[in-house]
């Protein structure tokens, strides 16, 4: 789930009970902004599946009970 508000960008995992999220925060914003935090997350390991967005502890070919909700993963980006 993507919400697009005045100063950031914010993409939220759609996997039930993921706390997963990005958040991308701009100075200024500019048309180009969302698709660039999007850019951002495809980099990251994030997918997009018509529009619902899955981290990259929440690989959707995976059943849910072996996805990664403790964001482990996050740590390992890091
Ligand atoms: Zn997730």
New binding site residues.
């Given amino acids: 789930m993507r919400s697009i508000r005045a100063a950031s960008t914010q993409t939220i ?1 759609d ?1 039930a009970d ?1 706390p ?1 999220y990005a958040l991308t925060a701009h100075l200024q914003r500019s048309a180009d902004q969302a698709e660039r935090h999007h850019q951002a997350n495809a980099r990251d390991g994030w997918t997009d599946v018509e529009g619902r967005d ?2 990259p ?2 690989p959707t070919d995976r059943p849910e009970d072996e ?3 403790a964001g482990a993963w996050d740590e390992a980006l890091a």
Avoid: Q, T, V
Wanted: net charge negative; proline share 0%; aromatic share 10%.
């Fill in positions: 995992c996997c993921c997963s899955y981290c502890g929440c996805h990664d909700h």
